[in-house]
């Protein structure tokens, strides 16, 4: 088991480090720094001494090895919008963005456990085809539009109708001015963009769950559990889902590795400045700085997820880690 | 499974190649059940491949209703020039933002604009940049695809980790940067998507062709002399027809959806051009307001389309693979 996460671990290494210099490369093509100082006053100059200080004038592979260095010892670079530390900024957006993850996978997990377990158990059943139509509804929402819709009829709606003083659900931040912790603002501003969330990975991981537990269900091992006269219930529980979680769980990782930068819309409706916030007002801006940190940090969430994938598959299945 | 705002997760995610083939009963998520009925299909005798094909595919009734969904959203957006109530710019100051009426089915907008006429404009941007990106990558993602698989060794291994490469960078916002630099006409849309979506169609299609290739009718091929031309083009295409027009319909589907979220970020088709996504950008304002009803028919047209792409994919999977309905 050690080698097997030795071998994974070694390999991811090249992997971002090759991944971490084309996007430094393409971030760096992609925004001059000094275009702003083009038009400045002092116009050339200004653009030749920011080139110099910057480097820019060396090759791309040096100015790498340059920003990586740094980038180890965790100095990341000034923003060029706000002139705060990138550390601190990306630090600070983590925070608000772990929060949406940590409500959203555990919710969504809960419910897409249940109703996948639920569908293959009662396939074909008045339920099952209910799900199986909400998910492909859910599949076929666009995100964005599900979150304006919820703020229409879960917030601003019922405030209306019912001639409220507040919105019963809340569509601006984590907190309301002047609240901390966790309690009933925290929530009431939680409950939309978890919804928002929750509804696009519901869908995919419910109709996965019930592929897997269908698949595991019809397995002989569960034939022998039924023929030896072990009780349903424990059957379904015991031998049944214990096994059919195992694919889930392997994607429910790559999903959460995918969210550290995949937030950008949910944030961007709910006004809530975590990392998809981040990215969006420093590419507006054309920060470079923020956004070649950005995208590197997203990438290493990507790969750590995807390196945990790995070896819980490989710590359950020894198949894949002795191949 | 797009939750995350990454191409519409329609398509399978794995970064290590693995699941992509094997998960004909996990990954390969079918979501309407079959109806039965093969049995009898296997005793009929002297049936053509297409035949067999067409008759399940006949039996999926959400994949019918869904062709005719198409059928009309595709007459209807590229026949706007004779449907439309309205030209799509005739503005109508005066009228103003009024909910919809007998003479303004959906509305107007602010300008006075039939949303209608609109969203039938807009949708011909929408489905034509859909349909493009699906066709383009599904084709470069075939070809790269088929020739790792085929030739193996450090071919494959390249492309392979290509792929890996492109599974963890963070897919909406490389394609939010790529159009800020390169523009946001049409042509330069369809390029960057298809430049991200090509990996997954490759992924699936290498999968196949490596199990394929180890298969006897191949080796029988190659021991009666045929050329590695004549066994990709007549021995293995064949066999990977189903899987690719599958992935090539989600891929729409998923390109739809990616295009819209980047227009309503406003990295997408730009004004004066109307897509569905950039419409719902301007009505993003008129949450709580008399005009949410801006709000609510472009979101249905993406919904509409999505799900019937979607159905369609399911049908045609069912169609190509019997198996994978009964699961």
């Known amino acids: 088991m050690l080698t097997y996460i030795a071998r994974r671990v070694l390999y991811s290494i090249p992997v971002i480090l090759l991944a971490s210099f084309l996007l430094f490369a393409f971030v760096r093509v992609t925004f001059d720094p000094t275009a702003k100082l083009r038009n400045s006053r002092e116009g050339a100059a200004a653009v030749a001494r920011e080139t ?20 180890v010892q965790g100095d990341w ?37 249940f109703v996948g377990v639920y569908s293959a158990v009662r396939q074909y059943s008045a339920l099952d085809y209910t799900f199986t139509g909400l998910s492909f509804i859910g599949l076929a929402l666009p995100p964005f539009w599900f979150g304006l819709i919820a703020i229409e009829f879960l917030a601003v709606g019922p405030k209306q109708w019912f001639h409220l003083s507040e919105p019963p659900l809340f569509f601006v931040g984590l907190h309301g001015t002047g609240e901390t912790g966790i309690n009933v603002d925290y929530f009431r501003h939680l409950a939309l963009p978890v919804l928002t969330l929750t509804v696009q990975i519901v869908a995919g991981w419910s109709r996965f769950q019930r592929a ?20 349903r219930k424990r059957v379904i529980i015991r031998h049944g889902l214990r096994n059919a979680l195992i694919p889930l769980i392997t994607v429910m990782a790559l999903d959460i590795g995918a969210l550290f930068g995949g937030l950008i819309i949910t944030e961007k409706i709910f006004s809530i400045p975590g990392m998809g916030r981040l990215f969006f007002d420093s590419l507006v801006a054309g920060d470079a700085t923020v956004l070649v940190a950005w995208t590197i940090v997203v990438a290493l969430f990507i790969l750590l997820f995807n390196l945990l994938a790995d070896i819980f598959y490989g710590f359950l299945d020894p198949r894949i880690r002795l191949s | 499974m797009s939750p995350r705002g990454g191409p519409a997760g ?30 009898a299909d296997a005793i009929a005798v002297h049936r053509s491949q297409w035949e067999l094909f067409r008759r399940r595919f006949m039996r999926h009734k959400a994949a019918l209703v869904s062709i005719g969904v198409l059928v009309f959203l595709f007459v209807v957006c590229f026949g706007a020039s004779v449907f439309a109530p309205y030209p799509p710019d005739a503005q109508d100051l005066l009228l103003g933002p009024v909910g919809p009426s007998a003479a303004h089915w959906f509305g107007t907008d602010e300008l006075g604009r039939d949303e209608l006429s609109r969203i039938m404009y807009a949708g011909q941007i929408s ?26 060794n450090a071919t494959d291994q390249a492309l392979m980790r290509l792929t890996d490469l492109f599974l963890i960078v963070p897919g ?45 009718f191949v080796e029988a091929a190659r021991a009666s002399g045929a050329s590695n031309t004549r066994i990709i083009v007549k021995h293995l295409f064949p066999n990977i027809v189903g899987p690719v027009v599958v992935n090539a319909t989600l891929a729409v589907a998923a390109a739809i959806i990616t295009e819209s979220t980047l227009s309503f970020l406003g990295f997408g088709v730009q004004p004066p051009a ?3 996504g950039n419409m719902l950008s301007d009505a993003e304002g008129y949450v709580g307001t008399d005009r949410a009803y801006l709000l609510y028919f472009p979101g249905l047209a993406i919904l509409l389309t999505v799900l019937a792409v979607n159905f369609l994919g399911d049908g045609l999977r069912d169609a190509f693979d019997p ?5």
């Open chain 1, 212 to 231: 897997s537990m269908l698949d595991v269900m019809s397995a002989d091992y569960i034939r022998t559990a039924r023929a030896k006269g072990v009780p």
């Open chain 1, 77 to 113: 670079g000034e923003s060029e919008r706000t002139h705060d530390s990138t550390s601190a900024m990306i630090t600070r957006a983590l925070g608000y963005t772990v929060q949406l993850i940590f409500w959203g996978i555990l919710i969504s997990a809960f419910v897409a456990i």
């Open chain 1, 52 to 71: 110099k200080r910057l480097g820019l004038d060396r090759p791309l592979v040096e100015q790498y090895g340059d920003w990586l260095g740094k980038f």
């Open chain 2, 323 to 327: 198996q994978s309905g009964h699961s």
């Open chain 2, 127 to 152: 489905l034509k940049i859909g349909i493009a990106v699906a066709l383009l990558s599904t084709f470069v993602g075939t070809v790269l695809g088929a020739i790792a698989g085929f030739i193996g």
């Open chain 2, 274 to 276: 109307t897509s569905w």
């Open chain 2, 10 to 39: 329609i398509v399978p995610n794995d970064p290590r190649g693995r699941v992509v083939v094997e998960s004909s009963s996990v990954g390969n998520v079918s979501l309407l059940p079959g109806s039965g009925g093969e049995v």
């Open chain 2, 172 to 216: 909406i916002a490389i394609l939010a940067i790529a159009l800020k630099k390169f523009g946001h006409d049409d042509v330069t849309i369809i390029l960057v998507l298809a430049a991200l979506f090509w990996t997954y169609v490759a992924r699936v299609v290498r999968g196949q062709i490596l199990s394929l290739k180890e298969k006897e």
